[in-house]
């Protein structure tokens, strides 16, 4: 079984601070990463994907990704109360079809 | 576009019971996937579909079926309820086999 790993949290930021989400996976054959946003009680939502090595940035968000070091990570800019929910960090499989998902960081911001 | 959409939102099943959750897509995605969250878990996959008439089993199978008859329905059968069968379940797709988009979700409780 391939491995996504997260810290689980909670991660604590003030308003206006960056947040730093990081992520580890196991298979060296990943191409495909992505970052969703999940509020409590609701389903998953794509903020990034991100497909080779360097930073990707859309908005207030950016993603990195280094596969040498296998890790991925997401920064929130200037974050905000509304950016408190849980980011799962997904990896494509090594069938093609599906994601591997981590247990997901739960992210507070705090006013 | 409505997107994913899946009913029932909330079930409440005794054990030994069976029932079929409903998933419908309208993009014209092929891919389609079954998970399951539990809580403080992340996303286990269930079963997925590359097209119609085409399923594969994921990581967790065991005491679910799927079939895929058409391009945008993609209903679970759950056969003899068991209580480690609560969970919550999302069904995802997609056209490009990486960037899923989910459904609301479907929460099972089984009693």
């Known amino acids: 079984q391939k491995e996504v790993e997260q810290n689980s949290g909670p991660l604590s930021v003030p308003e206006g601070a960056i947040a730093s989400l990081n992520c580890t996976y196991s298979?060296?054959?990943?191409?495909?990463f992505f970052w969703y946003r999940q509020y409590s009680g609701k389903s998953p939502e794509l903020i990034m994907s991100?497909?080779?090595?360097g930073d990707k940035e859309d908005g207030r968000f950016t993603a990195q990704l280094n596969k040498a070091s296998q890790y991925v990570s997401l920064l929130i800019r200037d974050s905000q109360p509304s950016d408190s929910a849980t980011y799962l960090c997904a990896v494509n499989s090594n069938s093609g079809y599906a994601l591997n998902f981590g247990k997901g960081t739960s992210l507070l911001v705090t006013p | 576009n409505a997107g994913v959409t899946q009913t029932p939102k909330f079930r409440i099943l005794k054990i030994g019971q069976s029932m079929t959750l409903q998933c419908t897509q309208d993009m014209n995605h092929n891919y389609m996937y079954w998970y399951r969250q539990d809580p403080g878990m992340g996303l286990k996959l269930i079963y997925y579909?590359?097209?119609?008439?085409?399923?594969d089993k994921g990581e967790v199978p065991n005491g679910y079926n799927v079939s895929r008859s058409t391009t945008e329905d993609f209903p679970l059968r759950l056969e003899l309820a068991a209580p480690s069968q609560t969970s919550v379940y999302f069904c995802?797709?997609?056209?490009?086999?990486?960037?899923?988009?989910f459904g609301p979700g479907t929460r099972l409780t089984v009693t």
């Open positions: 991100i497909y080779s090595n």
């Open positions: 579909s590359v097209g119609a008439g085409i399923t």
């Open positions: 995802a797709s997609t056209a490009l086999a990486h960037e899923q988009y």
């Open positions: 298979d060296r054959g990943s191409q495909s």
